[in-house]
Nanobody, 116 residues
Framework: QVQLVESGGGLVQPGGSLRLSCAAS????????MRWYRQAPGKERELVAS????????DYADSVKGRFTISRDNAKNTVYLQMNSLKPEDTAVYYC?????????WGQGTQVTVSS
């Protein structure tokens, strides 16, 4: 069955870094656009970053541009989110999303907490 399994979340101090991973299985990863979303308590889920199926095109929310980098390894069916210069407002549950209209899949999420 389809699985998206996120890992790499945790507690980090402001200014620190984390690398999230999302391992995919059960579908043809290489033809799906991959996205990272996040949802903070009391807020709507927001799109953080996306990457095209071959990895040649990326896009970011203004709030993370220059700090976050999305990448993918199609040989490993894995997408990554490198997060640098983390801020308290980056605290959220981060979700991996695979999309190829009309299909879409979600992971369970991984908690990222930025606090001193």
């Amino acid at each position: 069955q389809v699985q998206l399994v996120e890992s790499g979340g945790g507690l980090v101090q402001p200014g620190g870094s984390l690398r999230l991973s999302c391992a995919a299985s059960g579908f043809t990863f290489t033809i799906y656009v991959m996205r990272w979303y996040r949802q903070a308590p009391g807020k709507e889920r927001e799109l953080v970053a996306s990457i095209s199926s071959a990895g040649g095109n990326t896009d970011y929310a203004d709030s993370v541009k220059g700090r976050f980098t999305i990448s993918r390894d199609n040989a490993k069916n894995t997408v990554y989110l490198q997060m640098n210069s983390l801020k308290p407002e980056d605290t959220a549950v981060y979700y991996c999303n695979a999309v190829r209209i009309p299909l879409g899949y979600w992971g369970q999420g991984t908690q990222v907490t930025v606090s001193s």
